[in-house]
């Protein structure tokens, strides 16, 4: 038994007479050539109001008018969507990608390419936000010379406004040379997790007077190098909060209070778009629960996949009756 597949002339001649044969292309309006028909479509959409570009004029008029500058972290075209959509002053490509994105154990894994790639990703979403990238670990330690060469890559191919690297005293020259180059640099000291092994793990910094004097030495050294912010990470309140006073520069603070000039957090973090039972860092306020709807949703999905009550019928296309009809018979089964 087998299907006989009629000709394109034999459909045509069981076309209703007077009508156009069926292989015949009718006259459509634009707008439905326009229509799509595909859940593969573009995802971006600009905001209801659209904002001006955040420029680093932006960010120094934040800062001098001590109002909070705000910054989360996005790994792709959706997360950096719904950050610019949501007015973050800055974005942050950061390389807790690695592990949110990539499914790595730590920082240290990712590569610049991959970074670059993410980078690319997400400036295409954010058309208002700042957008910074994150140094990976082993592009800028080096040299200067490689620093600079690592921070026009990802300016260039990444398509962002600025780059951020770790380190204090010992990075200063890196960011000099990248400054100097005209590519805004964000500095970040306390707890640099590219560096935990040397850290003893993931330890707050400056809990001693020593510690405490060393990542103000750290903040200053990457203020007189060019930077135009600093990230204090996992530092006392009170500590952010004087080394803060003692900058001329905004402070971005995670894990260090309420006296930062602002505050970043991982956007995977803070909305909950995560398996229970995984580990939260103390200073992580959960605002939403991504996992927990979108679980929800593709349990919904499933059950009503298997029980065939979906999709319904006003998710499915129409045939014309004559259409069907002519297909109906053109599929006749016959014997072979």
């Not at 209703?16 to 959409?45: D, E, F, N, Y």
């Not at 991959?114 to 295409?124: A, D, F, G, K, Q």
Request: net charge neutral; hydrophobic share 40%.
């Amino acid at each position: 038994m087998a299907y006989r597949i009629p000709s394109r002339v034999a459909l045509s001649r069981m076309s209703t007479p007077g009508k156009v044969p069926i292989v015949a292309c009718h006259p459509v309006a634009i707008s439905q050539i326009q229509q799509r028909h595909s859940s593969h479509s573009p995802l971006g959409s600009p905001p209801t109001i659209q904002r001006k570009k955040i420029t680093l004029e932006s960010l120094r008029s934040l800062y001098k008018k001590n109002e909070p500058i705000t910054m989360i972290t996005a790994h792709d075209f959706p997360s950096g969507h719904v950050a610019d959509h949501a007015g973050m002053d800055m974005v942050l490509v950061g390389d807790s990608l690695a592990m949110v994105a990539l499914g790595m154990e730590d920082t240290s894994e990712v590569l610049l390419d991959e970074m670059i790639l993410h980078c690319r990703s997400v400036s295409r979403a954010t058309k208002s936000a700042f957008t910074i990238g994150d140094l990976p670990m082993g592009s800028y330690e080096v040299s200067p010379s490689q620093a600079l060469e690592s921070a026009i890559r990802v300016i260039k191919e990444g398509r962002v406004q600025g780059v951020k690297l770790e380190g204090g005293t010992e990075m200063a020259a890196a960011i000099q040379r990248i400054a100097s180059a005209g590519i805004p640099v964000l500095g970040h000291v306390g707890l640099t997790p590219q560096r935990q092994n040397s850290l003893g793990g993931f330890r707050v910094q400056g809990k001693t007077t020593l510690g405490a004097l060393k990542v103000l030495e750290d903040a200053i050294a990457v203020q007189e190098a060019g930077a135009f912010a600093v990230v204090l990470e996992a530092v006392p309140a009170e500590v952010a909060s004087l080394v803060t006073k003692k900058l001329q520069i905004p402070t971005i603070g995670i894990g260090a209070g309420n006296g930062c000039s602002g505050q970043v957090l991982v956007q995977v973090d803070m909305s909950g778009n995560f398996p229970p039972g995984r580990f939260l860092p103390k200073f992580v306020k959960k605002y939403g629960d991504v996992w927990g709807e979108s679980m929800k949703a593709m349990q919904a999905y499933k059950e009503e996949v298997k029980n065939r009550s979906y999709p319904e019928p006003q998710h499915t296309y129409p045939m014309p009756a004559d259409e069907l009809s002519q297909f109906q018979q053109a599929i006749q089964i016959e014997s072979v």
